[in-house]
Nanobody
Framework: QVQLMESGGGLVQAGGSLRLSCAAS????????MGWYRQAPGKQRELVAS???????NYVDSVKGRFTISRDNAKKTVYLQMNSLKSEDTAVYYC?????????WGQGTQVTVSS
C-alpha cells in the first residue's frame, strides 16, 4: 500500500513564504509525475504545479514566478516552495503522485494567507 504524507502548511501573512513537502512510502517501483493541487472553499480542485520524472515542470498561470516545484527521487518527495503568497492562495493543498501507473492523493494540508 502506497501512502503520501504532506507537511508544511500553516498560517502566513500576505507576502510571506511556505514550503510544502509530500513524501511517498510503501512498496514503490517507480514514480512518474508528481503534482500539487489545491481546493479553495466553494471552488473546484485545480492543478497548481506538476513535475515529471524527467524534471519538466508545469504551473498554473496564477502562481508562475512565485511558486517552484521540485522533487527528490531518492527521498520519493516533492516540494512546493511558495513565495509572495497572496490571500487568493488560501486553500487546502493536495499532492498527487502517479506510482507504478496508479494514482495516489495525499490527505491535504491547509494553507491560509492573511491579508
Amino acid at each position: 500500500q502506497v501512502q503520501l504524507m504532506e507537511s508544511g502548511g500553516g498560517l502566513v501573512q500576505a507576502g510571506g513564504s511556505l514550503r510544502l513537502s509530500c513524501a511517498a512510502s510503501g512498496k514503490i517501483r517507480s514514480i512518474n509525475t508528481m503534482g500539487w493541487y489545491r481546493q479553495a472553499p466553494g471552488k473546484q480542485r485545480e492543478l497548481v504545479a506538476s513535475i515529471t520524472s524527467g524534471g519538466s515542470t508545469n504551473y498554473v498561470d496564477s502562481v508562475k514566478g512565485r511558486f517552484t516545484i521540485s522533487r527528490d527521487n531518492a527521498k520519493k518527495t516533492v516540494y512546493l516552495q511558495m513565495n509572495s503568497l497572496k490571500s487568493e492562495d488560501t486553500a487546502v493543498y493536495y499532492c498527487r503522485f502517479i506510482v507504478d501507473a496508479r494514482l495516489y492523493w495525499g490527505q491535504g494540508t491547509q494553507v491560509t494567507v492573511s491579508s
